[in-house]
């Protein structure tokens, strides 16, 4: 995947990924500059390696609840029927074992 910086994106773009629990305006454009687009686009993705390529981006340590956030967007991007204590961010810091 092709890493870039990009001018803000408008709010119309960001709002499929902000469909996803816990992706606010500034998330939904960190992924938007990763090159995720969508919620599609997060489809059996590796958060640990979006997490990493963020941090690389903008060239600073992010918030380790930014990875648990992102494991949250994959889990919601990957599956049709969501259990609804999985889209809670926080339930992600360790991985849950029925996954």
Known sequence: ???RVTTR?????????QRIPGIGPSL????WDLGY???ASLAN?????????LEELRGQPMDRCVLYTFRCAVYFASTDEHDPALL???NWKT?????
């Open 88 to 90: 809670k961010w926080w």
């Open 45 to 53: 993705q590796d958060a640990e390696a979006i997490y990493t390529a």
């Open 28 to 31: 939904a454009q960190d992924l």
């Open 9 to 17: 994106t408008s709010a119309a773009h960001l709002k499929d990924l």
């Open 1 to 3: 995947m092709q890493h």
């Open 95 to 99: 991985l849950p074992t029925r996954l």
């Open 37 to 39: 687009q969508s919620v």
